[in-house]
């Protein structure tokens, strides 16, 4: 359809088996996001690209731990593996994945002090990646979500795509989730209470 967009989320190598910050099941959804690539004549990819020693990292705060918290000036923030770096091989896109069609390639992260889960703003609700006026200027209005993670950027760009005014689906079979404390429930019931459509299948 002409004002339908596929947004394929963070399909890169750390977030699949053997990366840093490997996502349980990553690399099965490729074949099903391919499939989908195919089926959409308008394709967006997003791309995690932190600079070294990125504030999100648990790296970069003493004696952190991966995977706990700490407090950032727009509040509580999860401390990760180093991942997703600036020009590394883990940064790369998945090398299955059919990249040929993307119109559009949204890097995001790549502020120091500043996590980015969404592809349309940064987690201090405030940066803007500039997606949501790119989109809209191209007419679309329906948008199709899948990649990596279900329940971090996926579920927080399809609920941002919502809140921007557009008509959102997620296809849960061409996703994986981290389910980091049960954020994989969690993030499902927001997607559905934000009126997003969860599509079971690809």
């Not at 279900?150 to 079979?173: M, T």
Request: a negative charge; proline letters at 4%; glycine letters at 8%.
């Amino acid at each position: 359809m002409p004002n339908e967009a596929l947004i394929v989320i963070d399909v890169q190598n750390d977030f699949c088996e053997g990366g840093a910050l490997a996502v349980p099941g990553a690399g099965a959804i490729v074949p099903l996001v391919n499939r989908l690539i195919g089926r959409h004549d308008h394709v967006v990819l997003t791309q995690d690209w932190h600079p070294p020693g990125h504030a999100s990292f648990a790296s970069a705060w003493r004696d952190a731990q991966p995977f706990t918290t700490a407090q950032f000036a727009y509040g509580q923030q999860t401390l990760w593996p180093d991942h997703c770096v600036q020009g590394t091989p883990g940064a790369d896109f998945h090398a299955d994945l059919e990249i040929t069609k993307a119109q559009m390639i949204v890097r995001k992260g790549f502020h120091t002090g500043i996590d980015s889960y969404s592809a349309f703003r940064e987690n201090d609700r405030m940066t803007r990646t500039g997606l949501d006026g790119y989109l809209k200027a191209r007419g679309f209005t329906r948008l199709i979500f899948c990649g990596l993670a279900l329940d971090y950027c996926v579920a927080w760009s399809a609920i941002d795509a919502r809140q921007a005014g557009f008509d959102v689906a997620v296809v849960q079979e061409a996703t994986a989730a981290i389910d980091l404390d049960g954020s994989k429930k969690r993030m499902l019931t927001e997607m559905r209470q934000a009126g997003i459509n969860l599509h079971a299948t690809a």
